[in-house]
């Protein structure tokens, strides 16, 4: 892939962050572009109440990856913590409005909730350099290609590597 961060800008409070997240047990709920459209919807949320600034991201069928910072006052677990609350009762409520029988494999006997779909521990690495910024991007971006979903990375949809190979944002919420 091209270098994709030319010169590694200055971030005053918290560096950029790769994070990972994967739905409960690895299941495939985001095969099914309703699901993904409720991420890149709730991503695009938090980039215009400039709560975020996305870089880079993925979407497959049981995970996402992302790159991001926030914007002050926020911190990188609030936005985390937004992220995966309001993608969770978005998924929730479409697979009730659907009447889904796979609703019942998200259901868990916790204290906190009745259905989980995110699993708990999100990966999150900081980035404190263009190398390695370049490095996740271009991890994030080869992802379907491995995963044999497609031959370029720019032709997987619900990815930013279209962007970065021509400049065009289709989701409206990236930033180079």
């Not at 494999?105 to 263009?130: G, M, T």
Request: aromatic share 16%; charged share 20%.
């Amino acid at each position: 892939m091209n270098n994709l961060l030319q010169s590694f800008p200055s971030f005053p409070l918290d560096w950029p962050q790769f994070f990972t997240a994967t739905i409960l047990n690895w299941q495939h709920l985001l095969a099914d572009d309703k699901y993904k459209k409720i991420v890149t919807n709730s991503l695009r949320f938090l980039v215009e109440k400039r709560r975020i600034q996305l870089f880079a991201f993925v979407i497959m069928s049981n995970h996402i990856h992302l790159i991001w910072q926030p914007f002050p006052p926020d911190t990188l677990v609030s936005i985390q913590h937004s992220l995966l609350k309001f993608t969770a009762q978005s998924f929730k409520a479409a697979l009730q409005s659907d009447r889904s029988p796979a609703l019942q494999q998200y259901k868990v006997k916790a204290k906190d909730r009745y259905y989980q779909f995110w699993e708990r521990n999100s990966l999150s690495i900081e980035i404190c350099s263009s190398a390695v910024f370049n490095q996740k991007a271009d991890y994030i971006h080869l992802n379907p290609v491995k995963a044999g979903i497609c031959k370029n990375p720019e032709d997987y949809h619900y990815s930013s590597a279209r962007f970065y190979e021509t400049g065009i944002d289709e989701f409206n919420m990236l930033s180079y």
